[in-house]
């Protein structure tokens, strides 16, 4: 049987999320990767890196990118890091719908593109 939380103490949690995101001196990172976990470009989240309302974390500023992607592939994950390097966010999954929690306009990408986030959302539980 899985453990229910009410939706103030959900908030709390993503709050505290955004607190960790958030803690160090410079902004934190979305590291979006391959299916074999390479790293294919990170984006640096605005600070505050989002909002929360009605258990959902929303990251600011979307659209966001300019990042040039490091490796040819398709973007099949992603994690969130502080500014220190630090993974507070693993196993994001990406895709073209919002059906993912991160969104994006392509998962394949080359070398030397420019790619944007258009939507990223953490669903608290």
Same mark, same amino acid.
């Given at each position: 049987?899985?453990?229910?939380?009410?939706?103030?103490?959900?908030?709390?949690?993503?709050?505290?999320?955004?607190?960790? @995101?958030?803690? #160090?001196?410079?902004? +934190?990172?979305? =590291?979006?990767? !391959?299916?074999?976990?390479?790293?294919?470009?990170?984006? /640096?989240?605005?600070?505050?890196?989002?909002?929360?309302?009605?258990?959902?974390?929303?990251?600011?500023?979307?659209?966001?990118?300019?990042?040039?992607? @490091?490796?040819? #592939?398709?973007?099949? +994950?992603?994690? =969130?890091?502080? !500014?220190?390097?630090?993974?507070?966010?693993?196993?994001? /999954?990406?895709?073209?719908?919002?059906?993912?929690?991160?969104?994006?306009?392509?998962?394949?990408?080359?070398?030397?593109?420019?790619?944007?986030?258009?939507?990223?959302?953490?669903?608290?539980?």
């Amino acid at each position: 049987m899985s453990v229910n939380y009410n939706t103030t103490t959900i908030n709390d949690r993503l709050q505290d999320v955004i607190s960790n @995101i958030d803690a #160090g001196a410079g902004n +934190g990172v979305m =590291v979006l990767s !391959s299916s074999a976990s390479a790293t294919m470009a990170s984006i /640096t989240l605005q600070k505050p890196c989002g909002a929360v309302s009605g258990g959902v974390l929303t990251f600011a500023g979307l659209p966001l990118g300019g990042p040039l992607v @490091i490796e040819t #592939g398709y973007i099949a +994950g992603a994690s =969130v890091q502080d !500014s220190a390097g630090t993974t507070v966010i693993s196993g994001l /999954t990406v895709g073209l719908s919002t059906s993912y929690d991160i969104v994006m306009t392509s998962t394949l990408v080359s070398s030397g593109d420019s790619i944007a986030l258009t939507y990223a959302t953490i669903t608290g539980r």
